[in-house]
């Protein structure tokens, strides 16, 4: 018994079909049914039913709680083969999703030890979800993530780095430009130009929406911050945002914050495994990080 006969099997079971399996693993068929008399008699059960009557394979009930047990296993040993393959390179990659990299980048890069020190790194962009699974997966030892609400899961160590709350943003053209804090309704009257779909910032502004009974006009969704900015500030429409640092340097742009009861928030985390083995610079970086997150100007 090998881990290609419990591949085989898990895909067996899926599939249902030696030829397929066969097929997809480039083996002929008897090398998979080998493996699944192999697994038999490992276990001293039929893994799949011998009738002959059955033109596809129908896994026992023994046989199918191997195939259900099989998916953590087989994933477990994925990510031990990239945490040696990570090890041997001496590499550690690290999550960062692009809409956060400006803030933190900014703060890191003040401290002229930390540029040379973040090299040592491989720094992976892409979203909060993307970079989620690929951390479960064992692609990535660390990552930043954005959310809506506070990321939690068995599997990880996760700590906040920072928080805001999302804001309205218009042209300071705009009536409510006059105004201090406004509730979501207000902002109803005026079209809405946002962040591609999927983000957080989606997520956030749906549930503001859905609260109000989806009466909000979008004009359009944007993956480029300055091309929003540019827009709201020409009083195209306005924007739900957290403050940015694009959006914070940008002239003729006006910040208003959402009454208490339509408050949404923006939350930082950085998250890796619990199991995982940590060398000097993993350890400096979680060290930083946490640095980062007691100063003023992170932390909401």
């Not at 006969?5 to 008897?30: C, H, I």
């Not at 929003?228 to 940015?244: A, C, E, W």
Request: hydrophobic share 40%; with cysteine.
């Amino acid at each position: 018994m090998n881990l290609r006969d419990f591949e085989y099997f898990s895909f067996l079971g899926d599939m249902l079909s030696f030829t397929l399996v066969a097929k997809k693993f480039n083996v002929s068929q008897p090398s998979i049914s080998y493996a699944v008399k192999r697994l038999e008699e490992y276990y001293g059960c039929n893994l799949i039913e011998k009738s002959s009557l059955h033109r596809s394979v129908l896994l026992t009930r023994e046989g199918q709680i191997l195939k259900n047990q099989l998916k953590s296993i087989l994933e477990e040993f994925k990510m031990i083969e990239k945490a040696i393959e990570h090890a041997k390179q001496q590499k550690v990659y690290v999550g960062f999703p692009s809409l956060i990299k400006t803030r933190v980048f900014s703060k890191l890069f003040k401290t002229e030890d930390n540029v040379d020190f973040i090299s040592n790194f491989e720094l992976i962009s892409g979203s909060s979800t993307d970079l989620l699974s690929q951390l479960l997966s064992g692609h990535l030892e660390l990552s930043l993530l954005g959310s809506v609400t506070p990321i939690e899961h068995p599997d990880l160590n996760i700590k906040l780095l920072y928080s805001y709350e999302f804001k309205i943003y218009v042209s300071e053209d705009n009536p409510l430009a006059q105004k201090s804090q406004i509730t979501f309704e207000e902002a109803l009257a005026y079209p809405f130009i946002l962040l591609e779909d999927g983000l957080s910032h989606t997520k956030a502004f749906d549930h503001l929406n859905d609260k109000y009974h989806g009466k909000a006009k979008v004009l359009v969704h944007f993956s480029d911050i300055n091309t929003i900015g540019q827009l709201v500030k020409s009083n195209v429409g306005i924007t739900l945002m957290t403050p940015y640092l694009p959006f914070q340097n940008m002239k003729g742009l006006v910040e208003i914050s959402l009454v208490p009861e339509d408050k949404e928030m923006f939350y930082v985390q950085y998250a890796f495994l619990k199991n995982s083995v940590v060398n000097d610079n993993f350890s400096k970086l979680v060290m930083i990080l946490d640095n980062l997150s007691k100063q003023d100007g992170l932390l909401y």
